[in-house]
């Protein structure tokens, strides 16, 4: 029925540089993203699919375009509160098909077209949304009606994105106060167990997901329309590791859902039993021995960091679903928690940012701090960090 086969089977497929035939947003792109709204029941003409802009067949090989995915849903039992559950469904979709790959989520999106899905068909968008309208409708009944839109035009990508991101600030600002004691119930999420098969994302009210995707109010939202969907609630028991932050109900779900390959998390440390990572993480926070502390970085950050290394060399340190000490991806919205690294010293322990996330993050740094973390404007390797962090008094 499709050109190409779709199935959960195709989940850890991964497309090389030299595989695909296009590709849509990723670090070449500067305007990319992807919303999900709910809308009124009359609102949502079920079933269009639009691509405004040149489609995949009208690129040529190689090329990196923008992209914007802009899906419209209805329904009598969706809420708003749904809104980024169901948005980061489309990465878990797109996934299912067969020569298509999808990483990361809101503004931050990338998706190869591989070559050989090229060749057997799938050349454009309207059969993406075909696909994506059938698996969101067969596999979430609560879904009676989905449109989506799939924009390359670069100036109307940059318009939609400017709107979208108001709305991931909305989301993440609903968390503002609230706190990790204040609730009885984290949630969990093993969405990406398709390409880490180990890995157990929580979520608190002070720690987003590692994707940036998902907060503690979009577990709450998820769980109750599918309890045994991706992401489930977790009782979090008793503190035991009241340092770092570790908790007896967590530490056990954790275990049985790594199938036995972490037994006890952290929730607020990179140094100490740290969470793990798939490979979806906005940000990398990375230990510097020769400073005792971490650096930061986002995936937007281009060139190399402070220890040599590119955000793709450590991400490869970072993901897996294993515990590597010393390595934890984080949302970027993680980096304005109060519980920041709190097990580690939050920022008192942080010796390096790239500029644009240490302005993101200004807000939250201690004033005291904030001239004394290095950029890559002040340091460009260890040794420079070393006397910059002897300068500042903290080493
Ligand atoms: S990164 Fe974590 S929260 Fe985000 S989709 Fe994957 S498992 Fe779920
Ligand atoms: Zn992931």
Redesign the pocket.
Known sequence: MYAVDVGPQYEGERIRKTEFQVEFGGPEVSHKGELVTVKGHDEVEHDKITVTGPDIKDFAEGVSSALFIKVEVAGEVLEKDLEAVLE?RI??YINYIEGVFHMA?RYDIWIRIHKNAFKKGLNSFEQVGRILIDLFTAELPVIEKMSIEFVTDPAKVQELLAEAMKVYKERDDKLKGLKDEDVDEFYA?????SF?PT???V?TPERI??????NWFD?RAAVKVDPEG??FAVPKGNLIDPENISYDTINQVVTERSLGETTHVSLHSALTNPHT??G??EAIVFYIPEVDGFGVVSRDFVGVTVTGEPFSTLAGHASGGKQNEGYV?IGVQYLKSPKFLIGDGGYNRVAWMPTSLKESAAENIPQELMDKIATEKDVSNVDELTEFMQKAGRL
């Open positions: 980061r990465h878990q989520q999420c093993v969405l990406c167990q880490a890995h157990v994302c979520v997901s590692l994707c940036g995707a998902i577990g991706a992401q990572s798939c979806c993480f991806g």
